[in-house]
């Protein structure tokens, strides 16, 4: 697996494995299959409530743990310094794992500078290789690079061909060469586009699908696609992307699905803020 290298220096698979809205039971045979399929980058989060079965495949899989790039997300209800090391040491412990290589704020919202000075010092002690933010815009990304001394290595944040971030991936560059992640890269299959005329048309003249498309589009802008599959031919078909490059037309092509807006819901609004307030009244993580 090809991998970028972080603003610190820690190789980071270009690919990866995400296991959001995974049932309990079958995320240990999703992340096995997976790791089998050859993925070495597995992202969870302490909201996926599922951490402890991702834990159970890293036990249960003969690859070594250095292998393996694993990431986790602080939840809005862990947020502050003291509450963010203590979840970062409960994730450890669900894992299995003595360290993370990434963990993330996964909300733009509360104490984010609390809970990113704790990842800094848990990055400083070895607990943690890598730190970032998640759902950042550009203005939020600015502020956190801006005012916190530990640099932020990632931000993950929704990128697909209907929503595509160039300004935000110009501005995480400008901003101490912040890597972006792409969730939902294929939109959740939103408005068609795995048939989609456009991305279709492309993977026609290299034999690839439109999702091997879109992650290869993804790559060639730097940016790491989080894909999801439960079957194990998705998967290998997923990171089987390593063997055309777009051209030039191609990415013009691709350029006029832009559509300027989230395919889910826009994180930089006040109604956004009260829905996570809700959720949290709703759900103890």
Known sequence: ????????????PVLGFGVFQF???QTKKAVLDALAAGYR??????????????????????????????????????????ATTKSVEASLAKLQTEYLDLVLL?????????????????????????????????????????????????????????HQREEDLANAKSRGNVLLEAWAPFAEGKNGIFTNEVLTKIGDKYGKSAAQVILRWNFERGIVSLAKSVKPERMAQNIDIFDFALTDEDKAQIATLETNDSQFFDHNTPESVDMFVNFLKERDV
């Open 23 to 25: 049932p309990q039971n």
């Open 1 to 12: 697996m090809q991998t970028f290298k972080l603003n610190n220096g820690v190789e980071i």
């Open 106 to 162: 996964h909300q733009p919202y509360s104490d984010v500078f609390g809970s990113f000075k704790a990842l800094a010092d848990l990055q400083k002690a070895g607990k943690i290789r890598a730190i970032g933010v998640s759902n950042f815009n550009s203005e939020r990304l600015a502020d956190v690079v801006a005012f916190q001394e530990a640099k932020v290595q990632v931000n993950q944040i929704e990128i697909n061909p209907f």
């Open 41 to 82: 980058h597995i992202d969870t989060a302490q909201s996926y409530m599922n951490e402890a079965e991702v834990g159970e495949a890293l036990s249960a899989t003969e690859i070594p743990r250095k292998d393996i790039f694993l990431t986790t997300k602080i939840w809005l209800s862990n947020y502050g310094y003291e």
